[in-house]
């Protein structure tokens, strides 16, 4: 994914969520549902969570220094995974108390006011909506033949699966708000818009659960896509290396992968000759995966003992 296409969707969803929330808050003001109270924390929070989406980023661009020779990439997995617990507590379990206050203090909605969250909600999904088509235009451009549910958990950049779930489940408790104001309205029985806030608040929480579970991968370290392994074992085979002995890999940002590999080279050839056939390999592999920007090779004479060896020393 490149990074534009990520910030792109990321300021649509800020200024939806932005406006939205404001919208939301007044319409608890006039009316005291809880579904709408909960709605408007977690559209506060998901603007929030933009904000912190394009602050790692901004942050992982930074250039390599001696402390971090590797540079910064991997704080975009970082503030992705505090997303998840912003989008869990500030969200999910705040959406689940309110809905706990409400179910012990069932009032209803004020009449002169009930209209309000109806257009307030309606408004609100045209404005999710529009910021949901922009995520998935984004991704389609990355996606390729991935299902959706692939896509979220092999996306190497956390931007885009992180927004789509955000939407995505925005999307949802609007849906779940909309039916708990309305049955409140039909009703007068405010159980019901405690239900839809309690609705609310296990839809936030699941979905940082899962928010956290693949990024939490995405730190510990990830390698290669199985295309990009295909692709660096082919390249590494050419002239003056005659087959992989070991190959790992690893992602130090989601557009920079690091390659390790031991070679296997004649005994015969020369030191210069070696050199030659490292270097030369190094470019085949960066031609055919661009982001390879880190190669180390290291060459070796083949044999079955050290092909069925760990490779503990790349």
Known sequence: MSASGGSKAIVAAFAANLSIAVLKFLAFLLTASSSMLAESIHSVADSGNQLLLLLGGKRARRQASPEHPFG??????????IVSIVLFSVGGLFALFEAYEKWHDPHGLDPQWAWVPIV?????????GF???????????????????QFVRTSKAPELPVVLLEDAAALLGLVFALFGVSMTIATGNGLWDAAGTALIGLLLVAVAVVLAVETKSLLLGESATKDDVA???????????????HLKTLHLGPEELLVAAKIA???????????????????????AVPIAKVIYLEPDIYSE???AAPAIEV
């Open 72 to 81: 910064y990439g991997r704080e975009r997995y970082i503030y992705a995974f």
């Open 120 to 128: 307030v909600l309606l408004g609100a999904i045209v404005l999710e």
């Open 131 to 149: 910021s949901f088509r922009t995520a998935i235009q984004e991704s389609n451009h990355t996606r390729g033949k991935r299902t959706w549910v």
């Open 231 to 245: 692709a660096i074992e082919a390249a590494l085979v050419g002239p003056g290396v005659s087959r992989i002995i």
């Open 265 to 287: 080279v004649d005994g015969a050839d020369t030191a210069a000759h070696i050199a030659e056939a490292i270097d030369s390999a190094e470019q085949r592999v960066r031609a």
């Open 305 to 307: 003992a050290k092909a």
